[in-house]
C-alpha cells in the first residue's frame, strides 16, 4: 500500500499562497477579506477572513473535489482507514442524513437505537426509510442509556430480515461503545450496510488505549464530527466510507443535495490541519490526554458522593468498551440534579462543562485540556461537595425509552396537524419531536404515541429548567399531533 505523505496539508498550502499572492477578490464573500466589515475583523484577526474564500481553479470546489480539496480528503480517508473521506460542512448531522440517504429509500426498514441523536430522525425523515428501533440498554443507576447488545440485533434482524441498514453510535455521548465489531459481522452476513454516527469518536483511531472504530471493524460508512474531539473548526466533519455495499456515486450525489454551494474554506482547511495533527502527532497528545483525564477521574472518586464512571462500567449490559476522554460524573448522592450542577459550576466557578442531565454532568476532554484546567473541575466539584449536606436522591426517574411508533415519521412529518395542549397530549400521535439539548436524544419522535410517562418526563424536565427543543411552541406547553389511533 502506497504511504501519503500525512506531514502536508495541500487545502490549508493552497490557501495560504492565495493570500500570499495577493490575488485582487471581484469575487465572493463580499467582506473582500475583511476589508468590508472592520469591527469583526479587528475582534477576531485578518487570516481567518483572509482564508474566507470561495471555490475557484486552485482551490478546488467541495461538490466535486478533482483538486487540492480532492487531495486533502484522500489523506483524510487514509488516516482513518477508510477508502473514502467527504469534508462536511454542517456537522456529523449532515453525515448522519447521507448515510441514510444513500442506503435507504422510501419505505425501506432501517435498524436503529432508540437513544440516536436528533439528526438520525431527520435521516429518517428525508430518506422515508421507517426506523425499527432497538431498546438500549438503561443504566437505571447512572439514569441514561448504555449501548445496544449484540442479541438485540440479531433479535431485530430476524424479525426484520429485510432491512437495509443497522446503525450504531460509537461513542454515545457518555462514552458507552457497543460491541461495534460483532455487529458488523452479523450484519454483513445478512447483507446490511452498518452506518455509524461517531459524532464523539474523531480522536479513538489515533491511540491503542480507545475502543475500535467503524472502520477498524469494517462498517460501511462512519460519520464523525472532527469539529468535537479532533481539533477542527465547529460545524467540520467527516463522512467515511469503505466496502462495496454503498456505491460512491450514490454517496456523492445525495451529500451535494444538501450541500452548501458556497462551502467554507476556513472549516475545510481547519480539518485539513487538524488531519495532519491527529495522524502525525495524535498518539502523544492523545496520551498526555489520556494520563489528565485519567488523573482526574482517581481525583474526582476520592470525593465523597460523586462518581466518575469509567471502565469499569464494560461488561455491564449495553456496554462492550469505554471511551475515557468522557468524563461523566453521577451527582446523584450529591442532592443535585446535574443541571444544578453545571449551574453552579458555571456561576460560582467560571467553568462551563458539555451537558448535564438529571443525574451526571459530562466534561468532555481533549487534546486541548491542560492540568490546571481539570485541577480547577477538581477543585470547584470538591467546594460543591464539601458545602453540601449529602442525601440520597430519593427515586429514580425513569427515562420512558421507545414509545410504540404508530406511522413512519416522514408519513407524521407531511400529514395534517393541530397543536394541542401538552398536557391534553395522551394517547396522541406526536407529529414532532421532544428533546433535552443536548443531549439531543428524543423523548418523543413524529409517529409515536404520547404516553402520560412521556408528559411527566417532559415535565419532571422543564421543572429542572434543562433546554428543551423540537416543537414548534419554543416553550414545550404545546405539541403539534396527528390524532389518536
Ligand atoms: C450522538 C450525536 N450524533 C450526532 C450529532 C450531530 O453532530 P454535529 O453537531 O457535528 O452535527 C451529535 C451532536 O451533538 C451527537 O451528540
Not at 242 to 258: F, M, Y
Not at 260 to 269: E, F, G, I, Q, R
Not at 361 to 382: F, H, M, P, R, S
Not at 452 to 474: M, S
Request: charged share 20%.
Amino acid at each position: 500500500m502506497k504511504r501519503l505523505d500525512q506531514t502536508t496539508t495541500p487545502l490549508f498550502s493552497a490557501l495560504k499562497n492565495y493570500v500570499d499572492n495577493k490575488v485582487i477578490p471581484f469575487h465572493v464573500p463580499g467582506h473582500k477579506q475583511g476589508k468590508g466589515i472592520n469591527e469583526f475583523r479587528e475582534y477576531v484577526g485578518n487570516r481567518v477572513l483572509e482564508i474566507d474564500v470561495n471555490s475557484m481553479e486552485d482551490l478546488d470546489n467541495a461538490s466535486n473535489p478533482i483538486g487540492v480539496i480532492m487531495e486533502s480528503e484522500k489523506l483524510c480517508a487514509h488516516t482513518f482507514g477508510a477508502q473514502n473521506a467527504y469534508f462536511l460542512i454542517n456537522g456529523t448531522t449532515a453525515g448522519i442524513q447521507a448515510m441514510i440517504m444513500s442506503t435507504c429509500e422510501p419505505g425501506d426498514e432501517i435498524i436503529i437505537p432508540r437513544n440516536a441523536h436528533k439528526s438520525t430522525i431527520g435521516g429518517i425523515i428525508l430518506s422515508g426509510a421507517v426506523p425499527v428501533y432497538i431498546q438500549p440498554e438503561i443504566n437505571e443507576d447512572l439514569g441514561f442509556a448504555m449501548g445496544i447488545t449484540e442479541e438485540a440485533v440479531k433479535k431485530a434482524i430476524k424479525d426484520h430480515p429485510y432491512a437495509k441498514a443497522v446503525f450504531i453510535i460509537n461513542p454515545t455521548y457518555y462514552g458507552i461503545i457497543s460491541d461495534l465489531k460483532a455487529i458488523v459481522r452479523i450484519a454483513h452476513r445478512h447483507n446490511m450496510a452498518v452506518l455509524v454516527d461517531e459524532a464523539h469518536g474523531a480522536h479513538m483511531s489515533f491511540h491503542d488505549d480507545f475502543p475500535l472504530t467503524a472502520m477498524e471493524v469494517g462498517a460501511d460508512m462512519s460519520a464523525l464530527s472532527l469539529h468535537k474531539t479532533g481539533g477542527s473548526m465547529t460545524q467540520s466533519a467527516v463522512l467515511l466510507t469503505r466496502g462495496n455495499i454503498i456505491a460512491p456515486e450514490v454517496i456523492k450525489q445525495v451529500i451535494n443535495l444538501t450541500y452548501s454551494t458556497s462551502a467554507s474554506y476556513v472549516l475545510m482547511a481547519s480539518m485539513d490541519v487538524a488531519r495532519k495533527q491527529l495522524a502525525t502527532q495524535g498518539g502523544d497528545m492523545l496520551e498526555h490526554t489520556l494520563e489528565l483525564v485519567r488523573w482526574a477521574r482517581d481525583e474526582i472518586n476520592k470525593i465523597e458522593a460523586l462518581y466518575a464512571f469509567g471502565k469499569e462500567l464494560i461488561g455491564l449490559p449495553g456496554c462492550h468498551d469505554f471511551d475515557e476522554t468522557k468524563l461523566g460524573v453521577n451527582v446523584r448522592k450529591l442532592g443535585y440534579t446535574g443541571y444544578q450542577v453545571e449551574k453552579k459550576l458555571r456561576n460560582e466557578y467560571n467553568i462551563q462543562i458539555e451537558m448535564s442531565d438529571l443525574y451526571n454532568i459530562l466534561a468532555v476532554i481533549t487534546v486541548g485540556d491542560t492540568k490546571e484546567d481539570l485541577q480547577a473541575l477538581v477543585n470547584a466539584l470538591k467546594d460543591i461537595a464539601g458545602k453540601t449536606t449529602v442525601e440520597e436522591v430519593k427515586n429514580a426517574t425513569r427515562v420512558p425509552y421507545k414509545p410504540k411508533l404508530i406511522v413512519s415519521p416522514r408519513d407524521a412529518f407531511y400529514s395534517p396537524k393541530k397543536s394541542i395542549l401538552l398536557e391534553d397530549a395522551t394517547g396522541e400521535i406526536s407529529a414532532e419531536m421532544i428533546m433535552a439539548y443536548p443531549p439531543g436524544i428524543p423523548v418523543i419522535c413524529p409517529g409515536e404515541k404520547i404516553t402520560k410517562d412521556i408528559i411527566e418526563y417532559v415535565n419532571i424536565l422543564k421543572a429542572e429548567h434543562c433546554q428543551l427543543q423540537g416543537t414548534a411552541d419554543p416553550y414545550v406547553n404545546h405539541i403539534r399531533v396527528l390524532g389518536t389511533e
